[in-house]
């Protein structure tokens, strides 16, 4: 039987969207007010300018953190957990109620498409008073897959 083989296959910008706009799942990382770092999964989508977008709420710890210091990283991982990842890595700013609902939009349609009632939506999203986290991407690393070390597949 043979083992499967760890990869990391470093890519362009464009191949680096095109893997991660059809996936959904990541674990953001931020760091809080004493150095730590703290993790939150969360679902994301991939914006029409290529930044990482997240919704949230202003008083969840990512946010506060990204307030404080808006350097951020995300583990963007396949839907069949053991399948490929990347890790992408750049500054967040956070977009707070009523200035979040626009992006709040774009953010839907990146995950799900069109929305059957968009003023419905956006009534929503103003009754939550939810925010977005909008990560630019400065480096990302390679794609990467789980596996043997090729020595010992």
């Known amino acids: 039987m043979s083992r499967p ?20 799942h990541a674990v953001l990382l931020t760091t809080r007010s004493d150095g730590g770092a703290q993790l939150s999964p969360v679902t994301c989508g991939l914006d029409s ?38 890790q992408v890595n750049g500054t967040a700013e956070v977009i707070d109620p009523p200035d979040s609902v626009e992006p709040l939009v774009e953010y839907y349609r990146c995950i799900a498409g069109e929305h059957p009632d968009w003023e419905e939506y956006r009534a929503a999203m103003r009754d939550q008073a939810k925010s977005l986290v909008r990560v630019t991407i400065e480096t990302w690393g390679p794609i990467a897959t789980g596996g043997f070390p090729p020595r010992l597949a």
């Open 49 to 86: 300018e290529g930044r990482l977008v997240v919704s949230t709420y202003p008083d969840r710890a990512k946010a506060v953190n990204l307030r404080r210091r808006p350097s951020a990283s995300a583990c963007v991982l396949s839907d069949d957990f053991g399948d490929a990842w990347v």
């Open 5 to 24: 083989v760890a990869t990391n296959t470093a890519v362009s910008r464009d191949e680096l969207e095109d893997f991660v706009r059809p996936r959904h």
